[in-house]
């Protein structure tokens, strides 16, 4: 079967590191994608890797290693407005997202 | 980047009515448009794909006949809730898919801003 696993909640503090992994099994791979959801929003697209390796942008970065099936966002210095849900989708060989439950990141001061 | 527009933003009924949500792109042509639906605190869960000029396909355990969907166009797509009921009430969020990236082989989906319904 398909699945999108990912950490139920994390919390961090203002200024610092946190990294969300999430593993995956799909039908055919057709890339990884992160999205930033605040809470009572839709989602809003961060990052999408279909080669191995690390995808800088900005404070945000998404790392893939197919053969084993491993994502990670890392976010760099942290800010409150960062605190939201994180959802990861695998794309299958159908294009179609299979969605994570999301990991809470709370952020503290 | 991309735009996905929905309309509207919110909206409230009565129980029996029924409730059309647009979902266009703004600045790309979209052939294929999905439609979500989001409860509290869970993760999205797809409703159908809708691809231009031809009828939707439905998740399992999603009544057709109650959430209508027409594609009618590149850029617009529509969702009608049919005979709403309260546990119709959620978040309705709609995607389109692009193509891009330097030699035009990204999949990108881009997600609209989402419409919430509430059926009294």
């Known amino acids: 079967g398909q699945n999108i696993d990912q950490p139920t909640e994390m919390t961090a503090t203002e200024g610092a590191i946190v990294q969300i992994n999430c593993t995956y099994q799909?039908?055919?791979?057709?890339?990884l994608f992160w999205y930033q959801q605040h809470a009572g929003e839709a989602p809003t697209f961060l990052s999408y890797?279909?080669l191995d390796g690390l995808e800088e942008k900005g404070r945000f970065s998404s790392f893939l290693s197919r053969s084993k099936g491993y994502s990670y966002l890392l976010l760099k210095e942290l800010q409150m407005k960062d605190s939201a849900s994180y959802l990861c989708?695998?794309?299958?060989?159908?294009?179609?997202?299979?969605w994570g439950a999301g990991t809470k990141l709370i952020i503290k001061p | 980047g991309a735009v996905v527009s929905q309309h509207p933003s919110r909206v409230i009924c009565k129980s029996g009515t029924s409730v059309k949500i647009e979902c266009r792109s703004l600045?790309?042509?979209?052939?294929?448009m999905f439609w979500y639906r989001q409860f509290p605190k869970k993760s999205l869960m797809l409703m159908a794909t809708?691809?231009?000029?031809?009828?939707?396909?439905?998740e399992q355990g999603v009544e057709k006949d109650k959430f209508l969907i027409n594609h009618a166009s590149l850029t617009l797509s529509t969702l009608t809730v049919t005979s709403a009921h309260p546990e119709d009430s959620s978040f309705y969020i709609c995607?389109?898919?692009?193509?891009?990236?330097?030699?035009?082989?990204?999949?990108?989906?881009?997600f609209g801003p989402g419409t919430r319904l509430l059926v009294l």
């Open positions: 995607s389109a898919s692009a193509t891009s990236g330097p030699i035009g082989g990204q999949e990108t989906q881009y």
């Open positions: 600045d790309f042509q979209a052939t294929t």
């Open positions: 809708s691809n231009e000029g031809s009828k939707a396909t439905y």
């Open positions: 799909t039908s055919g791979f057709n890339g």
């Open positions: 890797n279909v």
């Open positions: 989708a695998g794309m299958d060989s159908n294009y179609q997202l299979i």
